[in-house]
Structure formats: C-alpha cells, structure tokens
C-alpha cells in the first residue's frame, strides 16, 4: 500500500461520540487525502493537505474536521458521530506534482450505531 | 464541473475472453485520467494513467486504456481476463485544481471460469 497505514482498521462506536482516524505516510509526499467510500457513490472526497498545517474541505466535508502538524500523519476526526457517518475511509497521498499519482491505504471501516 | 462516469455497474466477462470497462469523463482544459482496482477488503491499487502522449497506455497486471478525446473516453481493456481479475474498478479524473481526483461510482468485473 505504497507506504500508507490507517488505524484503527475497523470501529465500531455510538452515536454522538467524538472519533479520530489516523492516516500515517512513510514516502514524505506532500499531499494527503481522506475519502469515504459508499456504495453507489464511489469514491468522495473528505478533506485534503497540501502540507504542515495546509488543509482544504472536499465534496462532502460536513462534520468532518482534519489536522496535519506533521508531514507523515493526517488525521480525520468526526466531533460527533451520526449514523449517515458508517462508511469505509481512505487515507491516500502524492507528490507536489499535478501528474503524480495518488497511493491509497488499506480502509478503515466505521460504524457508527 | 469535471465528472466521471461509469455507465456499467456490472460486466461480466469468460476467462480467457478480452474484456472493456468503460468510462467517459468531462472536464475542462485537457484531462489527466487514472483507473485504479479495488479487491475485497482492500485499499485501491492503481493501475495506470494517462496524462499525455500516446493514447494507448499500458499499465500493471497486463492491463491497458485507451484514451479518446473526440468521444471523451478512457476505457480500460485486457486482452485475455483471468478470474483473479474480478473486482472492482474506479476510473478517476484530476480536478480542475489539480490537487484531488474525482471518481467514478466504481464497476464490478465479475471473471467466470
């Protein structure tokens, strides 16, 4: 998975709880993405980072906020988890370039009951 | 607005038969194309992209894409399917920044042996 790991790998959580993902990249690339992956609606787009500190919102940023104080990591957190929340997330990331090619992690997989 | 489209959700192909996934694509200026695979419970692996150049890209597992830009079209191919190909299938666009990608909903290639 090209130097990207995501934990946790599966969670499971309630309603209105406060939960953070972590996204950990070992290649030094410059930007980092979250997606979450829904049936029926591909691959959508959370937040993403164009470096330390550099953040912009993506298709579907409601109730999702990220943070990057360091270049390997990239976190997603949701405040207050609502059920609508339950999907599969993916971490990726890439170069400076506008060519270069965007790695994924593994998933994490969340469920919020 | 960029946009991809993957107008089968399901092509179902004999080992051994060639086989097409489709996706047309609308964007502004010229468009930087990717197809990525999915297995079960895994991350999206990328298989190639087209960015320039010749219109027939080669990419991994003996997969290849043709880009068309008079029918804006970047279908992916193989000339003999194998059953371990079955999975899911993401074509992707670079968006009209050119930080993030804009995907497809996905098409399930389902190889029989």
């Known amino acids: 998975d090209a130097g990207i790991t995501q934990s946790p790998r599966h969670k499971v959580t309630e309603t209105g709880t406060p939960v953070t993902l972590r996204c950990h990249q070992t290649?030094?690339?410059?930007?980092m993405y979250w997606y979450r992956q829904d049936p029926g609606h591909g691959l959508r787009l959370i937040h993403y980072?164009?470096?330390?500190?550099?953040?912009d919102k993506g298709e579907v940023s409601d109730g999702y906020s990220v943070s990057r104080s360091k270049t390997e990591d990239f976190l997603l957190t949701l405040e207050s988890a609502t059920s609508s929340q339950t999907s599969v997330y993916f971490c990726?990331?890439?170069?400076?370039?506008?060519?270069?090619?965007?790695?994924f992690g593994p998933g994490t997989r969340l469920t919020v009951l | 607005a960029q946009s991809v489209a993957q107008p089968e959700d399901q092509v179902n192909v004999a080992e051994g038969n060639p086989l097409t996934v489709k996706c047309t694509y609308s964007?502004?200026?010229?468009?930087?194309l990717f197809w990525y695979v999915q297995y079960p419970n895994r991350g999206l692996q990328f298989l190639l992209k087209?960015?320039?150049?010749?219109?027939l890209v080669k990419g991994s597992y003996g997969f290849e894409a043709e880009f068309n830009k008079s029918q804006t079209s970047f279908h992916l191919k193989k000339p003999s399917a194998l059953v371990s190909d079955s999975a899911l299938y993401f074509c992707?666009?670079?968006?009209?920044?050119?930080?993030?990608?804009?995907f497809g909903k996905g098409t399930t290639l389902s190889v029989s042996s």
């Open positions: 990726a990331a890439k170069g400076a370039f506008s060519t270069d090619t965007q790695y």
């Open positions: 290649e030094n690339h410059r930007y």
């Open positions: 980072s164009y470096g330390v500190k550099d953040t």
């Open positions: 964007v502004s200026g010229n468009p930087y």
């Open positions: 087209y960015i320039t150049g010749d219109n």
């Open positions: 992707a666009v670079r968006d009209q920044a050119g930080t993030a990608l804009i």
